[in-house]
């Protein structure tokens, strides 16, 4: 079974610069992280496990948020999306 993790820029650094990676054998949103870079996964888990605030995950157009979290289950092709939350600033008049 292979799953594929799309990677956000401010996190390729922690992957060789790769856009995505290929996992093998990740039934599991949870799995499927647990296989990435460790400077990666550092980055998308809070110290107890959790997705941190500021990262939202989805499989295919999917929030994991509505789909069981972490234990969200993975088909083989699957694509899992890591995306960083994009907050604060000021919008310029035009």
């Known amino acids: 079974m292979r799953v594929t993790v799309r990677i956000p820029g401010p996190l390729r650094p922690f992957c060789d610069g790769r856009s995505q990676l290929v996992v093998e054998a990740a039934t599991t949103v949870a799995a499927a992280i647990g296989q990435l870079p460790a400077g990666a996964r550092e980055r998308i888990l809070d110290e ?47």
């Open 48 to 94: 107890q496990g959790n997705v941190r605030r500021h990262v939202n995950v989805f499989v295919g157009a999917t929030d994991i948020r509505e789909t069981g979290g972490l234990a969200t289950p993975l088909a083989d092709g699957a694509s899992v999306f890591v995306i960083p939350a994009v907050s604060g600033g000021r919008l310029q008049p035009a």
